[in-house]
């Protein structure tokens, strides 16, 4: 693996202590970060690397989307036969007509698209959540390989459900792919993996335990949608006397490996619940907003403690569009203008990383010693001074909008100049609208 020498642009380190630094330098050996620091200090002990210019330009760790699906890619321009009027609507509509129509080479498609995608916009590393109720044996390692393909970090699940009738399906390609990670477990693996639950209203009592189960055996995390609409309460509290939180407690589901998505309708309850035991919580704000189902109260959940990372739920591969819906949301639902904007850039810039590294055991999304080099450089020359004491507000009002010229994980460079390296992305591009016309056809039929 080649070492880097990414030179000449302002370095933005993240992390607990942000350093902004101009004429900076960062130097990449054996996919890590060796040191971050001024770029005339850095060359000479850097000689012999290969030499990223990033003159003009912001060098800072690539971004992380905390929740996405990247099998939805095809849902973009689908027309609906009938217009969904609320959350289950939309599910019953849209999702899962799509997710059942998926094939294993739709699924191929699809997830290389999204990934390209998530290299054009400095995305290098994605938690994702799988569904596909009729392709489910074998779908994580389709996944799998358009990782590696394309060369983006993911963590991989799939939703087990029992909407159709398939989650022991469901949870045995989650076993199956956890143990064949295990059986190759290289620490500086790019692929990691949990278990996957859609959401408590689509799981009964038998589903739940024996994921819940498979995954404490494991040490791993359960990934799941939780309260993204008030049907999901309704639904448990119907069936099962009990709100999704309280549910997944008395399960024994709920922990800090437990990787709640939304949780748009929680109570004090649910919220004390959650911090207590140390649960990550994603925020989705551009999908709640899309879907209609309310704003998650996220001064509460801050306030109690409890990580809140940032995800697009598969609305963007930008991870800047929902940075900037969740400080206008949450500024606009409180009706303060001058708040939200240190919280929304901690969710994307901080808490994805702590997630993150949680989640791959090693350190992603802050450059210094050690660290997976997954850099991003981007186009950006401020037009007013940027310091580590302004570095927010450049970031939502600049950086949110300038243009991603070279992407870096691992190591390894997967776009430079804008252009995509080692791929032919034309052609992906060609097969997934051929791929995904194909799929609207057969889902117009069903
Ligand atoms: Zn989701």
Redesign the pocket.
């Known amino acids: 693996m080649a070492d880097w020498l990414i030179r000449n642009g302002t370095v933005v380190t993240l992390g607990a202590r942000n350093r902004v630094i101009g004429d900076g330098a960062v130097w990449i050996r054996d996919g890590s970060v060796e040191a971050v620091g001024k770029a005339r200090t850095l060359a000479t002990r850097a000689r012999g690397a290969q030499v990223l210019d990033a003159s003009g330009g912001v060098i800072m760790p690539g971004f992380i989307n905390a ?1 996405t ?1 990247l099998y939805s890619a095809f849902a973009r321009g689908l027309a609906l036969k009938r217009v969904p009027r609320d959350f289950m609507g939309i599910l019953k509509e849209l999702w899962w007509p799509l997710d059942r129509a998926l094939t294993a080479e739709d699924l191929r498609a699809s997830a290389q698209v999204a990934l390209l995608d998530c290299i054009r916009n400095g995305t290098t590393t994605v938690i994702d ?1 799988h569904e596909g109720q009729n392709s489910q044996p074998g779908s994580l390692d389709i996944l799998e390989k358009a990782l590696r393909r394309t060369g983006v970090r993911g963590c991989l699940c799939l939703g087990v459900s029992d909407r159709d009738g398939k989650g022991a399906e469901g949870l045995q390609e989650n076993i199956r792919f956890v143990e064949k990670l295990r059986r190759r477990r290289r620490s500086d693996d790019l692929v990691v993996a949990m278990f996957g639950l859609h959401a408590l209203f689509t799981v009964n009592k038998r589903t739940l335990e024996s994921v819940v189960a498979a995954a404490n055996e494991r040490d791993l995390g359960i990934h799941l ?1 939780v309260a993204e609409d008030k049907v999901d309460q309704e639904i448990n509290r119907r069936r099962h006397g009990m709100s999704v939180v309280q549910r997944l407690h008395k399960a024994g589901g709920l922990n800090a490996r437990t990787y709640a ?1 939304h949780c748009v309708k929680v109570s004090a309850g649910d919220i004390k619940l959650l911090a207590d035991a140390g649960a990550c919580v994603v925020h989705n704000p551009q999908s709640n907003m899309n879907n209609a189902v309310g704003v998650t109260p996220l001064a509460r959940l801050l306030d109690a403690g409890i990580t809140v990372g940032l995800g697009t ?2 609305m963007t591969a930008d991870m800047r569009d929902d940075v900037r819906a969740c400080h206008l949301l949450h500024k606009h639902t409180a009706g303060d203008p001058s708040g939200f904007m240190a919280e929304s850039c901690r969710l994307l810039l901080q808490n994805n990383s702590q997630v993150a590294s949680r989640v791959f055991g090693r350190t992603v999304g802050v450059l210094r010693k050690g660290a997976c080099a997954d850099v991003i450089v981007l186009s950006y020359d401020p037009p007013t001074p940027m310091t580590t004491a302004n570095f927010d507000s450049h970031f939502l009002f600049g950086l949110c909008g300038a243009p991603v010229s070279a992407t870096m994980v691992q190591g390894r460079l997967l776009m430079r100049d804008g252009t995509i390296e080692g791929l032919n992305e034309p052609r992906v591009r060609a097969e997934a609208r051929r791929r995904a016309g194909s799929l609207w056809r057969r889902m117009g039929k069903s």
């Open positions: 929740h699906h959540h949608h998505i739920d598969g």
